[in-house]
């Protein structure tokens, strides 16, 4: 038995592999939409991939199942639970099946049976796995997001992403009673989870790429709540806002994502159409932030942060500094749906449009006259901000403006300065003149300026 990890860390998102090398067949776990990696790694191993699934509808990125169904032809496995408003709108497809609780997957000597839990949605599986030459015993659990690294699946995200009211209290119940699913499982049953730390699909993940049942019983809050009003209060507490683009990636997986011709390889144009999206590095959007454009300098959290503020209806032209960088930020972007970008511009092309430098300002030179303009997360927000700031995530800045002034100073910071040059970006572009960002964020301000910060 072979078992892979492949983790998109903008993402913080887990896909597997399991192979079995007596036959050669190998089955792909909650996919990306960039095949390349899998196909690779079944190359290496001399292995043929025979089976693809996933674990649920996915809210954060466009699942890969199609796309890697269309480059093997291998047979995808979509689940049938939940009722008909959450089935699969491809499972007529002539390579898809159909897989209800209790069902499997063979491939080779290796086995993954199909477990319904739901709670963060209601179609979700989990997989248990066997290697059957070795023992019945299972020896593994997808877990996709069911369970996480200390924590489990938030149920909110179809009532606060998707708009669908009144289901996640329902959702959190279910929950609970899918975690009993696991009492008669072994401490030995290793869990592989479907997201890492950072992933806006839970409050409290871990960082461990893997745990165990036997772990996860003597530390994992969930699985230490034994009381049901308890665990639905303490799991709807707390939860970070979901991205923007959450219901526009239930709506795609939904319906079957679009299979790509090929890899995005966006050429260079010299004029700026749609929607203008900066993604050169941090000191370059600071020294010249273009008018009428959004910033989201490239980082580890490009992905995320793009998609707050970036529209799905329009098309979107890039500012990059190298075909390079518009490349990588041109695969993010298609990680999330967002196909339609025309091209990238070079800042040499740019001479005649209007651009603005981002002042940066330390936490000892915050006047008392000042807005000052925390852009973080709520939950960040409830454990410490600085005293007599005003809240407005940076992912809604765009819908408040009407509540910022524009006769005073705007001292903008968020937690290390990732997210402030974007909300920053965006106020110029609506024509707010006095806009400054605080260097280094709270972290500085907590570091040289503590009586500056306000811990409820």
């Known amino acids: 038995m072979i078992i892979r990890t492949f983790y998109d860390s903008k993402l913080a998102q887990a896909s597997y592999m399991v192979g079995c090398s007596a036959s050669g067949q190998a089955v792909v776990i909650d996919p990306s939409r960039d095949s390349d990696p899998y196909l690779d ?48 709108g491809f499972v007529g497809d002539p390579l898809a099946v159909p897989l209800r609780d209790g069902d499997a997957i063979h491939v080779g000597n290796v086995s993954l049976r199909a477990v319904h839990t739901p709670g963060h949605t209601p179609e979700h599986l989990a997989f248990l796995l066997t290697d059957h030459p070795t023992s019945d015993l299972p020896h593994s659990l997808f877990a996709g997001d069911f369970v ?35 009492e008669p499982l072994p401490d030995s049953l290793l869990l592989w989870p479907g997201h890492g730390a950072g992933s806006s699909c839970g409050k409290s993940l871990g960082g461990s790429p893997v745990t165990t049942l036997g772990y996860e019983r003597a530390t994992n809050w969930a699985l230490l709540t034994n009381m049901e009003d308890q665990f639905v209060d ?34 260079r144009v010299t004029t700026l159409v749609g929607q203008i999206v900066d993604v050169r590095g941090f000191d370059d959007v600071r020294r010249h932030c273009y008018n009428g454009t959004v ?13 707050w503020v970036i529209g799905y209806k329009e098309p979107v032209t890039l500012i990059a500094d190298s075909q390079e960088r518009a490349c990588q930020a041109v695969r993010d972007l298609a990680a999330i749906g967002i196909d339609q970008v025309i091209g990238w511009v070079h800042p040499h092309d740019l001479v005649h449009v209007k651009a ?4 940066v300002v330390t936490g000892g030179s915050i006047r008392q006259s000042d807005f000052v303009l925390d852009v973080r997360g709520g939950r960040e927000r409830s454990e410490s901000h600085v005293k007599g700031s005003v809240h407005i995530h940076f992912g809604q800045l765009r819908q408040r403006l009407d509540e910022l002034p524009r006769d005073q100073r705007i001292v903008v910071y968020c937690a290390s300065g990732g ?34 910060i306000h811990r409820p």
């Open 41 to 88: 790694m079944a190359d290496s191993l001399g292995l043929r991939i025979t089976a693809i699934t996933e674990t649920h509808i996915h809210a954060d990125y466009v699942s890969g199942t199609r796309q890697l169904s269309a480059a093997t032809g291998a047979t995808m496995y979509l689940s049938a639970e939940g009722g008909p408003v959450w089935q699969y």
């Open 356 to 359: 603005s430098p981002i002042p």
């Open 148 to 182: 996480f690294v200390g924590d489990v699946g938030r149920p909110d995200l179809l009532e606060l992403a998707a708009n669908i009211a009144g289901t996640m209290e329902e959702g959190a119940r279910q929950l609970f009673r899918s975690l009993r699913k696991l």
């Open 234 to 267: 303490e799991i709807l507490s707390g939860q970070p806002e979901p991205p923007h683009y959450f219901k526009e990636m239930k709506r795609v997986n939904k319906v079957g994502p679009t299979v790509l011709d090929s890899a995005p390889n966006p050429q």
């Open 295 to 307: 910033a989201i300098p490239y980082c580890n959290s490009f992905t995320g942060y793009a998609g």
């Open 419 to 452: 997210r402030s040059p974007i909300a920053c970006s965006i106020l110029l572009s609506a024509g707010f003149k006095n806009v400054q960002e605080l260097a280094d964020g709270l972290d500085s301000i907590e570091a040289d300026w503590p009586e500056l």
